[in-house]
């Protein structure tokens, strides 16, 4: 830390309570009252020095010799400040650090201590002193520190604006370009890689400093000052991701309840600080929200919703939330399952996930897509305006069908929760319907009591041409899936199966047709013979899987036809003939049905 000393004679002052007294041996002509703090000292030095208080003294004279008592109660730095200034004034040794330095510059200001009162006076002597401290970080951000002990002065004199600027040119300067170790100007590196490290020779050399070296430091600046170095860093032009960065970390710093929302580490696992109220924890998760950079992406999608649960438990503005919930609309891709798994913080508890909340976010993302061009015209990995591309599409349907599936098991989740929170998303963003099946299919399991009618409706969110074979063959073995459905995936399944072979035959005639017979003979027989064998292992196994499919309905029929006529007879108790005909009346082929809605344009709704 930088020092400077002035004067030059000893201590010629001693306290004796909430007094001050000066041995210089003559008696005091003087009381100066700060506060509950009295200096008693004598004219001429003070007035030699400061013009402020040859005014007020020659106010308060009486020219019958008594001693004058002068009030001095909105000093800037209080009776501390004036303590330093009525030593500088009669010459004592003092020191000027970073930790008074600024509270003496604005005493000095206060008091009128200009080079009109003696040469080398107070308010020169800290302005040196001041320069000295800006050319170093730490210095630098001591005195800032100690500016809102005297804010407004500090704003005056521009003393604050000062230490703010130096801060943010530093922060914004390439690391590789300062506090870097420099090569010994007058002699080659010697063979031990011997460097230049502030004057001292050293053979190892110091790690690159990274891009966040000043994250920590500014963390433990009061919000109104961290705030207005961010303000300067940005004009300084420094990235957006950096900013973010920053103001991350201060908010993990000072917001404990955002620490319990996620798994950061503890900058200081032995810190004692007793931990704010909400309310103050609040009024700062508002404030550090408005300052996070606007810009898509900048910061971590995890940590907006940590910023969100937060906001939450601390029952933050409305808007508050909806800004975050936008900024997490846009970069919903970005985001895991766990994290978007936010508890219910609401009075009137309804399920165990805000379901609300997932989707007003999910909404928000859906409605940059539609307000950009058609899905079918962005590239693979590439966007356009900004909107969300194919990709990211994709990648937040899988989200959503991981989320559906999680909540699914809630016995409280309502069906047109569950159904406007699938149907959300477009059927092009599901490249395969297999998660929002598995969903479903869980919610089936959780809900017995849906009606049929329920049941028919949920079961149109997914495409069953779109389902996987393993998860086709286990669709056609789940009694909880309306027959009607059953019967469309078997349906798609052999039309799957007439493509594939008939997709091998084509191959096989183009391997026979491309060779020239007249040439190669024996080249033209083997690639007959080879392709002829991979289609027909081809063929066994998906006669096979035909094979197995086909059982599977015969006792799934039979399962619905035995409990159709156990139904049927139950209420009849007078064994009507009217009855049993109805009973043994066989239902119509589910075969014939399913090809019937696929000409009628219903199949896979």
Known sequence: MAVKRVGNKSEAFHREGQAWHCTSGLPSDITVEIGDMAFHLHKFPLLSRSG????????????????????????????????????????VKIELTPLNV?????????????????????????????????????????????????????????????????????????????????????????????????????TIKPQPVGDDWWYEDVSFLSFFLYKRLI?????????????AGSVAFYAKKHLPLLNRQSNFKDTNPGSTISVPPEADQRALLEEIVELLPNQK?????????????????????????????????????????????IPNMGYSVETLYDIDCFQRILDHFMSIDQASSPPFIVEEGQSVDGAPSLTSMTMVANLVDAFLADVALDVNLKFPKFQSLAATIPDYARPLADGIYRAIDIYLKAHPWLTDSEREQICRLMNCQKLSLEASTHAAQNERLPLRLIVQVLFFEQLRLHTSISGWFFVSDNLENSHNPNDNLALTAQGRTTGIDEVMERVSGLEKECQTMRREIQKLVKTKRSWNIFCRRKPQQNGSKAS???????????LENGQRDHENGEVGN
Not at 52 to 69: F, K, P, W, Y
Not at 129 to 156: I, M, Q, S, Y
């Open 102 to 202: 600024v509270g003496l510059r604005c005493a000095a200001e206060y008091l009128q201590m200009t080079e009109d009162f003696g040469e080398g006076n107070l308010i020169a002597q800290t302005e040196v002193f001041l320069n000295e401290v800006f050319g170093n970080w730490e210095d630098t951000l001591k005195a800032l520190k100690t500016c809102e002990e005297v804010l407004p002065f500090a704003e005056e004199l521009h003393v604050l604006s000062r230490c703010i600027n130096f801060l943010a040119m530093k922060a914004c300067a390439d690391t590789n370009l300062f506090n870097w170790p420099m090569s010994d100007s007058n002699s080659t590196q010697s063979a031990t890689n011997t460097v230049v490290w502030n004057g001292i020779h050293s």
């Open 580 to 590: 049993k005909a109805s009973c043994l009346k066989p239902p119509s082929p589910a």
């Open 231 to 243: 303000q300067a860093v940005e004009l300084g032009g420094m990235k957006a991701e950096k900013i």
């Open 297 to 341: 992406g900048v910061a971590q999608t995890m940590f907006l919703l940590r910023l969100l649960r937060t906001a939450m438990v601390l029952h933050a503005s409305p808007s508050c939330r909806e800004n975050l919930e936008k900024r997490i609309g846009a970069q919903l891709d970005q985001a895991s399952l766990e994290d978007i798994l």
């Open 52 to 91: 402020h208080l040859e005014n007020r003294i020659a106010e308060l004279s009486s020219g019958d010799g008594s001693t004058c008592v002068l009030q001095i109660n909105d000093i800037p730095g209080g009776a501390k400040a004036f303590e330093l200034v009525a030593k500088f004034c009669y010459g």
